[in-house]
């Protein structure tokens, strides 16, 4: 997600389902992202590894929402395809893949 806070500052973070700790997780800002290995480093320097097609847990979601209304959040944008195409997910790439019957 990307943030603009109410002094203009733009950061992006992750949220979801940390399944080690099994609770609910938002990131510090990223400050790399490996998409080879599916690697998100932030500031605060935590790594996280990335598992699965993106989405929406309730946990995570919930999490979100308080995490924006603590930290000053003024806007927020979903910049998930750009870091991750969920179509590639299950095509070879084609926009046009057809299943035969």
């Given at each position: 997600m990307e943030t603009l806070s109410h002094?203009?500052?733009v950061k992006r973070h992750v949220y979801?389902?940390?399944?080690?700790?099994?609770t609910a997780?938002?990131?510090t800002?990223?400050?790399e992202f490996d998409r080879e290995s599916m690697t998100i480093t932030t500031h605060s320097g935590s790594i996280?590894?990335?598992l699965g097609a993106p989405g929406h847990s309730r946990g995570g979601?919930?999490?979100?929402k308080v995490w924006c209304s603590n930290n000053d959040i003024h806007?927020?944008?979903?910049?998930?395809?750009?870091y991750f195409d969920i179509d590639k997910l299950f095509s070879n790439g084609s926009t046009n893949d057809v299943i035969p019957k």
């Open positions: 002094r203009g500052a979801g389902h940390d399944i080690t700790n099994d997780r938002v990131s800002s990223i400050k996280y590894k990335l979601t919930i999490a979100w806007a927020e944008k979903d910049v998930t395809r750009e």
